[in-house]
């Protein structure tokens, strides 16, 4: 497991999965440890992982000072992994609220990133929020499942702000495209793996500016591929249209069938996806293919 030192002394841990050309990854939650990710569906098939522990998380040291768990705070750990591994450029993945790292990390060094690929990611950063309009929506087209009965409410009330631990618990289905056994021994080490103090302090007041964040990416030359699921509330395939929208050389790929996880529900369609993409920006590839408790904030 190797370590390396962010500017202010803390120590941070990265770990390495399959071989070849490196794609950094950052992990969402907000601020969980980087082993849910897995190998994101046997993309390590393809590219080495190099997936970071945020500060505080999973073998990354906790910080002196709290208020560092502050996402753009964060930025400059990431450009410390960058300069870790030796890297001039690099292909950056993010997940759901990693997100926001990625694009804080972009605005402010988009000499250094090749491609950017944000998976169910959040664009906060970017003045794009999800709704609990936006969640109902995704909510209604599960009135099939088994399990929808007794997890609607419940999931109401996560977005309305009067959770219980019982209904996360109970509407935890809904972030998952298949509640099968994989889905449920995934979402069983959420508690475990998330830090819930930096969560709190993670989209803290004075983490984004997005008039600012918008201005940069429009200028952005980095290939940027933004991955949904048709069945994920946060965000919906049509608001991460919206976000492609706001990159000059972005792409948008939504797999049927999976929730904000969707390398667990499609994991082929998944790594192919991702890449394809990858081998388009690095000049090797050719054209193809489609167009929590500590809680799974996204």
């Known amino acids: 497991m190797p370590i390396f030192a962010a ?42 992982l190099c997936v970071l522990d945020l500060r505080g998380t999973g073998d990354s040291g906790l910080p002196a000072d709290p208020a560092t768990y502050r996402c753009d705070r964060q930025v400059q750990d990431v450009e410390a992994f960058r300069a870790h591994l030796g890297l001039d450029r690099v292909d950056l993945l993010a997940h759901s609220a990693g997100g926001d790292l990625a694009l804080l990390y972009a605005v402010r060094h988009p000499e250094r990133v090749r491609s950017l690929t944000l998976v169910t990611g959040r664009a906060r950063a970017l003045g794009v929020d999800f709704t609990a309009e936006h969640r109902a929506e995704a909510a209604a087209r599960r009135e099939a499942e088994p399990w929808f009965a007794s997890a609607r409410e419940p999931y109401g009330r996560i977005w309305a ?41 993670y989209a803290a007041p004075g983490a984004f500016r997005p008039d600012e964040a918008r201005a940069a990416v429009a200028a952005l030359d980095a290939r940027v591929l933004i991955v949904a699921g048709a069945l994920d509330s946060g965000p919906l395939p049509r608001v991460a249209a919206t976000v492609a929208g706001l990159f000059p050389r972005a792409e948008l790929a939504v797999l049927p069938g999976a929730g904000h996880f969707p390398w667990l529900d499609d994991p082929l369609g998944f790594s192919e996806t991702v890449a394809r993409f990858l ?8 054209a193809g293919g489609a167009s929590r408790r500590g809680r799974p904030r996204s």
């Open 7 to 48: 500017p202010d002394g803390t120590r941070l841990a990265h770990h390495t999965r399959g071989e070849g050309e490196p794609l950094l990854c950052l992990p969402g939650g907000p601020m969980r440890a980087s082993a849910y990710l897995g190998d994101l569906g046997g993309l390590r098939r393809h590219r080495r």
């Open 161 to 201: 702000g009067t959770a219980t631990d019982a209904d996360w618990d109970a509407a935890t289905p809904f972030f998952y495209g298949r509640w099968d056994a994989a889905a449920r021994a995934h979402a069983a080490t959420e508690v475990e793996q998330t830090n819930e103090e930096a969560a709190e302090r």
């Open 279 to 286: 081998a388009l920006a690095d000049g090797r590839g050719t």
